[in-house]
């Protein structure tokens, strides 16, 4: 894709001088009026001048107007060509508005002492956060948990896959099946916490602590005798898993696995589509010449199902990974990173820094700390997702 | 839909003791996740028409268990024997219903909009801005589904502020939007990718300009997939929360700030809470069941080639 | 229960000539309290307050459930009477009006959209409203102070808030009609001056008075009772309760008995007034006003022994097996008050006064019958932090946690007259005499605060039993009255050491600690931190003033 345009188009335009100079005296000119706005506002807004802007719009209408001259005159002066940036102009003009403007400035927070009571504002205080970072184990433990969370992707990735395989396969009310597995999708993080984590989870009268009370109290001495012996069979295996006295948050192992859980509960619908849509995009041709070849079906699936989905696999893990690296919701109102931490999230640890305590400039550093580890990981990994789809280009 | 992939060979109905077995261990699998998925959904429902009794007793089968009560509804002033009087919490509720309404199906459509040509764009030329190339201007625009929003958010408090767009829908649309523009692009691209050039190439020798023939060939073949992410936009925007917490304040506020702040210091009521839940995600179920086929048609349509 | 309690109601239902009766004698018979402490419920205007205040008490009534939207307006619309004194019909059209404020379910803005309606409709005012959610409260008012974006005419805010907001100058001061209007010297002593007011200048109208109250299942406590003959008064005896009974079965529920609950998870800040409570009885020395720094030099005193035998004692119950219901370690205060207490499990709970206007009134609650308050337990010994000793007296104190909530108007208004008035009477009109007896009655999230709120007849009038409503009022009385009662400080910041102690212990209880002393030194370190980065000396000068010194 790199070595040259996948549409080939033969362009035949005429540009004259006059419509090329028009182009460029519109973006000049209009960028000239931004500037001279921006310089006026901020002449007001350090009162060397008083003009008495209410707010930055100008500004803000002068960019707008800038960028739709820099649009108009992309076509105007390389006709052609300029129509085809058309495509990416917009939304790149958008982003970079967006995000430039409230980055640089989360840059200067992260670098600052800033405790949003403190009475003396803001205070740049070099590496002291980063120093502060370093030293801070319950950070650190913070991203060794989203480690674990990361890891448990391949699980969810293998149950998505089993349920499209599922759904793809002939099967009866289809449609009913494809529905109902993808409504957890749907959810707020907030109502399934609430609704979920709280109400359902709950220790005396939820009804999951309730089913597995039940599985792991002694059945009933009137049942007939096989089904007593099949019971207390059941029984003893509640109880020797604990279900006698359920616990979901007390420890740090369970209680990471239900936080696991009731998020692979929202997500697996996500990834279960994705893959399900590249499975009823397989040519049955394939299918059918490997039955003619005479594979079983189990070597069907590694031979010719799982390398066509390989792309679409590793499409959707990498977008759960991001996902999974925002995982914060479900932890603020359910554990507050408990017990000790063990629950943690990056985003939740920055989130009590952050918000409870007011402590904006730390907790602004530790965020952009993680958004470089982020970007980093994400760069090695798509490099080597790129590698591995490389056969579709 | 209608690809046979587990066909009845020959071989398995030499077999029908296994065929039987691996059907109903098929269905087995199917229905235990389908409750898996169904019962929270199903436990919201039933405990918006509970009392305390039943929740504490944790009664699960309406009419059997318990009685529906319309506690929670009224709570809500959605109750049959409320729904004609005055109720400052129902206003209160409808106000965010339709900002949220508002503010996330705005912001969608702005996003696929912009995304798709920034997709079609990225999957068909090659451009080059300064160092970066199309893969650079990909990631470019994926990053911003990375940066955590903790980083953005006093620095937008800010920018708005001075910009005079703090608790404006506008300002969370435009919020909204660059959120799941990422998204939008990802699924897009991979959306055009698939569809081949041949005919737009047919097109453009017709004398077609190009966004003649991106607008009358190639976005009608890919509206699933604009689907797809519009749909995916909407769930993301509409449950959406910290930032509609952090920016709006009376004019603009939204659903999911209503819902969380169910959970104060005195307790929760179940019924409420489970109701307020509910009809925040019932639009999105209806959504759900109605779009649910152009979401696999769009998504990842162009991944296997 | 509660259907029980509805059928006797409505047979005792009073006539309105009945209640009429009894309302005029209220003012006869006032100040009758357990109580001697109070003094003597101002009772003016007896007649036409008595009336109405019979008349909102009735409203929706004790076990008809928690109160509906209707049941707010008609109780706003009955209470309107002091605004139409000072307010004319129509007089506010075209003000519009911006109220920030909790969004608690069924609490807070809720009450209030429904109390404001009426007002609205007379004055001809229209008030915009910002709901937030508890968890959101605190950050969302100080990323609103720090980058100047204060868009609210009214916030119902906390005590504690004062020194972010009264100490930046954000705040409007309280005219003097509106002290006549909301009869503020009725207001409990604790309450008066200095709270509510920073620099000598009235911010506030309160509404609620907080205090932390214990309270326990009466049917644990007794002869031949599970829990022993009598209800520990001691946090030594607390903890040797429950320790004892573990094992043992609820006489109610028939689920496995529990003692004292403590909440082991953080609440967003409130969770520390839970070791607050326990750490009162043993570091708040009659003596010294400060107990939880040293007043000198900001030194955090929260590592000392006093606060270290209190997170002990914790530890003490964690290491015991049973001690605890299951999962309590992700139990928050919520839980432990609602979840847990209020639906029958575990038999003692320091809590807001909440508990107990909730245990009747509320429709989530089992235990109305049987539930019974008292102050903050006590302790055999204190620790003396200037000698640095143990003192083998007995000594108790109260833990006036949070302070109550409170409405202010932000100086937004200054510069429009007409707007000023009309924020501060809507804040008054929530303020009211008599308004304020409906929400201490009813679940609002709030508690009493004024000492007409403790005329025992009124509550027996509204359907409370006499015994039960002397137990629960006098437990507030008594802690409110209490000459040794912890006060908290009103510094800047407070909820972020309250934060980030919760944290800390939050580790320290699930181990991440190797001791008391070690959790304990840790929140001292982060506390120290904390004052640093806000500024040693000025928080050293507001705390010795919130503390009077």
């Known amino acids: 894709m790199e070595d040259g345009d996948r549409l080939h188009v033969v362009t035949a335009d005429h540009i004259s001088d006059q419509r090329r100079r028009l182009g460029k005296t519109l973006v000049w000119g209009s960028a000239a009026l931004m500037a001279l706005i921006f310089v006026l506002q901020t002449l007001d807004g350090i009162g060397t001048l008083t003009i008495g802007f209410e707010n930055w719009r100008p500004s803000l209408y002068a960019y707008l107007f800038w960028s739709t001259c820099l649009c108009v005159s992309q076509v105007l002066i390389r006709g052609e060509h300029g129509k085809r940036t058309l495509f990416v102009l917009p939304a790149a003009l958008f982003v970079i508005s967006m995000v430039v403007f409230p980055l640089l400035f989360g840059l200067v927070i992260a670098f600052s002492d800033w405790n ?8 740049f205080n070099g590496i002291d956060n980063l120093r502060q970072m370093a030293g801070d184990p319950f950070y650190w433990n913070a991203m060794r948990n989203m480690v ?28 009913f099946f494809r529905v109902a597995f993808l409504l957890p999708l749907m959810l707020s993080p907030v109502a399934v916490s609430w609704m979920i984590g709280k109400s359902m989870l709950e220790i005396r009268f939820g009804p999951i602590s309730r089913f597995m009370r039940y599985i792991a109290s002694e059945p009933s001495a009137d049942l007939p005798a096989p089904l007593f012996w099949i019971g207390s069979y059941i029984s003893d295996i509640g109880q020797w898993l604990g279900w006698a006295s359920p616990s979901f948050f007390g420890s740090a192992g369970i209680a990471r696995a239900m936080i696991m859980m009731m998020d692979a509960w929202t997500f697996i619908p996500f990834m279960m ?24 079906k189990w070597r069907q699936f590694w031979e010719v199902t799982f390398p066509l989905m390989l792309p679409v696999s590793i499409t959707a893990i990498l977008i759960r990974i991001i996902f999974k690296l925002k995982l914060a919701d479900i932890i603020i109102n359910i554990t507050s990173g408990g017990p000790g931490g063990a629950t943690d999230s990056v985003t939740s640890f920055i989130f009590r820094e952050y918000r409870d305590r007011s402590n904006v400039g730390y907790g602004t550093l530790l965020a952009i700390v993680y958004l470089v580890v982020i970007v980093i990981a994400m760069t090695i990994l798509m490099k080597l997702a790129d590698r591995w789809m490389k056969p579709r280009y | 839909m209608s690809a046979q992939i587990f066909k009845d060979s ?45 929740v504490m007793q944790g009664n699960i089968i309406p009419w059997i268990d318990f009685t529906p009560n319309w506690l929670g509804w009224r709570s809500l002033g959605l109750s049959p024997d409320t729904i004609g009087n005055e109720s400052t919490v129902r206003e209160e509720f409808l106000k965010r219903f339709w900002n949220s309404t508002v503010v996330s199906v705005t912001a969608s459509l702005f996003a696929v909009v912009l995304g798709s040509c920034a997709a079609y764009g990225l999957s068909r030329f090659s451009y080059k801005f300064g160092f970066m190339r199309n893969s650079d201007i990909s990631f470019f625009f994926l990053s911003q589904l990375i940066l955590p929003p903790v980083v953005l958010a006093l620095p937008f408090l800010v920018l708005y502020k001075s910009l005079d767009l703090l608790d404006t829908r506008i300002g969370l649309i435009f919020l909204y939007t660059l959120t799941v523009l990422p998204i939008v692009i990802w699924i897009m691209r991979d959306q055009f990718s698939s569809i081949p050039t041949e005919l737009e190439e047919a097109a453009l020798v017709d004398g077609l300009s190009i966004w003649g023939a991106f607008s009358t060939i190639v976005m009608p073949i890919a509206l699933p997939g604009m689907v797809a992410a519009f749909i995916l936009s909407l769930v993301l925007t509409w449950n959406e929360y910290f930032f509609a917490a952090l920016l709006t304040s009376s004019a603009a506020k939204t659903l999911p700030v209503m819902v969380a702040s169910q959970t ?42 | 229960m509660k259907v029980e309690m509805y059928k006797a109601i409505m047979a005792a239902q009073m006539s309105r000539r009945n209640m009429l009766k009894g309302a005029a004698s209220v003012g006869a018979i006032a100040a009758v309290g357990g109580a001697g402490a109070l003094t003597a419920p101002k009772v003016a205007n007896a007649g036409g307050h008595g009336d109405v205040r019979a008349q909102i008490l009735q409203i929706p009534g004790v076990g008809m459930g928690s109160p509906t939207d209707a049941d707010w307006q008609r109780v706003g619309e009955l209470c309107l009477g002091p605004v139409r004194e000072n307010v004319a019909e129509g007089e506010f059209e075209g003000v519009e009006l911006t109220f920030l404020g909790l969004n608690n379910q069924n609490l807070h803005n809720f009450l209030f959209r429904g109390f404001l309606k009426p007002w609205e409709a007379y004055t001809g005012a229209k008030i915009n409203w910002i709901d937030l959610a508890q968890a959101d409260y605190n950050p969302r008012l100080q990323q609103a102070i720090a980058t100047g974006t204060v868009d609210f005419d009214i916030i119902e805010m906390g005590a504690p808030f004062e020194g972010d907001t009264a100490g930046k100058g954000l705040l409007d001061e309280m005219p003097e009609w509106v002290k006549d209007q909301i009869e503020a010297d009725d207001l409990v002593g604790y309450l008066q001056p200095p709270v509510g007011t920073w620099d000598g200048k009235t911010y506030r109208i309160t509404i609620d008075g907080d205090c932390h109250t214990f309270c326990y299942r009466k049917d644990y406590f007794g002869d031949g009772a599970i829990g022993g003959a009598e209800v520990p008064r001691t946090w030594q005896q607390v903890n040797q309760v429950t320790k004892d009974l573990v ?67 914790v530890m003490d119950l964690i290491e015991t097996p049973g001690a605890y219901p299951a999962d309590q370690i992700n139990a928050d205060p919520g839980t432990t008050g609602f979840q847990q207490f209020l639906a029958g499990t575990g038999s003692m709970l320091m809590w807001w006064g909440d508990i107990g206007s909730n245990a009747r009134t509320s429709d989530t609650s089992v235990v109305g019958d049987v539930v019974g308050f008292g102050i903050n337990p006590g302790s055999d010994r204190v620790y003396n932090s200037q000698t640095g000793q143990w003192e083998d007296t007995y000594n108790e104190a109260p833990n006036m946690a949070y302070l109550g909530w409170g409405i202010y108007v932000t100086k937004n208004v200054q510069g429009d007259d007409l707007k000023r008035k009309a924020a501060w009477s809507a804040a008054a009109h929530l303020g009211g005499k008599d308004i304020s007896l409906w929400m201490s009655a009813y679940p609002s999230g709030f508690q009493p605060y004024r000492n007409s709120h403790f005329q025992y007849d009124e509550w027996e009038a509204a359907g409370y039993d006499r015994d039960y409503v002397e137990d629960y009022l006098g437990s507030n009385a008594d802690s409110y009255n209490h000459p040794n009662a912890a006060i908290e400080p009103r510094i800047p910041g407070i909820f972020q050491y309250y934060s980030v102690a919760e944290d800390e212990l939050a580790k320290g ?12 030194d840790a929140i001292a370190a982060a506390w120290e931190g904390i004052t640093d980065q806000i500024g040693r000396d000025t928080q050293i000068s507001l705390y010795r003033a919130s503390l009077g010194l």
């Open chain 3, 247 to 313: 094992g043992k079965t609820d006489p109610m529920t028939g689920l496995p008995a529990h003692g004292y609950l403590d909440p082991l998870k953080g609440w967003g800040g409130f969770g520390f007034y839970f070791i607050a409570n326990r750490a009162a009885a043993y570091a708040k020395h009659p003596n010294d006003p400060a107990w939880l720094f040293d007043p000198d030099t900001m030194a955090p005193r929260v590592n000392n022994p006093a606060w270290v035998q209190a997170i002990q004692d």
């Open chain 2, 10 to 54: 020959d071989t398995d109905r030499k077999f029908r003791p296994v065929w039987y077995l691996s059907r109903g261990l098929i269905y087995g699998v199917l229905i235990l996740w389908a409750i898996v998925c169904l019962f929270p959904i199903f436990w919201t429902a039933t405990t918006a028409f509970k009392t305390a009794p039943d």
């Open chain 1, 273 to 296: 589509i994705m893959i399900l849509a590249g499975l009823q995009a397989i040519p049955r041709e394939l299918f059918e010449a490997a039955e003619v070849d005479g594979a079983s």
């Open chain 1, 116 to 123: 949003l009571s403190s009475p003396d504002g803001r205070q």
């Open chain 2, 264 to 305: 104060g210091s005195q307790g929760i009521s179940w019924w409420s809470m489970a109701a307020l839940s509910f009809a925040a995600i019932v639009p999105l179920i209806i959504i759900g069941i109605i779009l649910e086929r152009y979401i696999i048609k769009g998504m990842a349509a162009g991944a296997v080639k």
């Open chain 1, 148 to 175: 674990w969370y990361t890891a448990a992707i391949v699980v969810e990735y293998a149950i998505a896959f089993g349920l499209a395989l599922l759904l793809n396969g002939q099967i009866r009310a289809r449609k």
């Open chain 3, 509 to 520: 209880f699930a181990g991440q600690y190797g001791s008391a002393q070690e959790t304990a």
